[in-house]
T-cell receptor, first 114, second 113 residues
Framework: QKEVEQNSGPLSVPEGAIASLNCTYS??????FFWYRQYSGKSPELIMS????GDKEDGRFTAQLNKASQYVSLLIRDSQPSDSATYLC??????????????FGAGTRLAVHP | KAGVTQTPRYLIKTRGQQVTLSCSPI?????VSWYQQTPGQGLQFLFE???????NKGNFPGRFSGRQFSNSRSEMNVSTLELGDSALYLC????????????FGDGTRLSIL
């Protein structure tokens, strides 16, 4: 089982719709979770971090965390073509030496069509 | 505030050579992590440095090494380059406490001929 799993996509949504991106992780004691956006040919850009169960909203983005189910998701409301990118889920695995060893999922490619 | 700066942006090397990549973190950030990104393997953790000490290490061979200087700048060295080392090498910095988010530089694209 991979430590962090994401559906590779592509996830295709129409402009203005809600895009829902999902991620599961294997380490039960992980405490820190991050979503990065990566445009083709560019480096990952941090868009959300979440540490507690529940929802965290930032503009059109909402991150949701459920530690009991080992599940973290990202919702993008009012999706725009400029949101088309690969979204990477990253987990700080507490059992892997601590601190800042981020384990990344393979990424979900999102395509927003006009 | 300046972001993470990586140099050079592009490198072309041949098999057997060695290469050194540089990373300057965001001002005030003491942790620098290095990652390798390839189409097949995705983003993989190489190592993390904090206060000039390697704090974490990924599953890469000893040909991959790094160091951090007192000003938090970091270098990564790859010796005896192989074709499979062709990748985007990314550096990320953070304040260093557990759970602090990491911010990436633009990366160095390394091509091995």
């Amino acid at each position: 089982q991979k430590e962090v799993e994401q559906n590779s996509g592509p996830l295709s949504v129409p402009e203005g719709a809600i895009a829902s991106l999902n991620c599961t992780y294997s380490d039960r004691v992980s405490q820190s979770f991050f979503w990065y956006r990566q445009y083709s040919g560019k480096s990952p850009e941090l868009i959300m971090s979440i540490y507690s169960n529940g929802d965290k909203e930032d503009g059109r983005f909402t991150a949701q965390l459920n530690k009991a189910s080992q599940y973290v998701s990202l919702l993008i409301r009012d999706s725009q073509p400029s949101d088309s990118a690969t979204y990477l889920c990253a987990v700080n695995l507490a059992l892997s030496g601590g601190y800042n060893k981020l384990i990344f999922g393979a990424g979900t490619r999102l395509a927003v069509h006009p | 505030k300046a972001g993470v700066t990586q140099t050079p942006r592009y490198l072309i090397k041949t098999r057997g050579q060695q290469v050194t990549l540089s990373c300057s973190p965001i001002s005030g950030h003491r942790s620098v992590s290095w990652y390798q990104q390839t189409p097949g393997q995705g983003l993989q953790f190489l190592f993390e440095y904090f206060s000039e000490t390697q704090r974490n290490k990924g599953n890469f061979p000893g040909r991959f090494s790094g160091r951090q200087f007192s000003n938090s700048r970091s270098e990564m060295n790859v010796s005896t380059l192989e074709l499979g080392d062709s990748a985007l090498y990314l550096c990320a910095s953070s304040l260093g406490q557990e759970g602090q988010p990491q911010h990436f530089g633009d990366g160095t694209r390394l091509s091995i001929l």
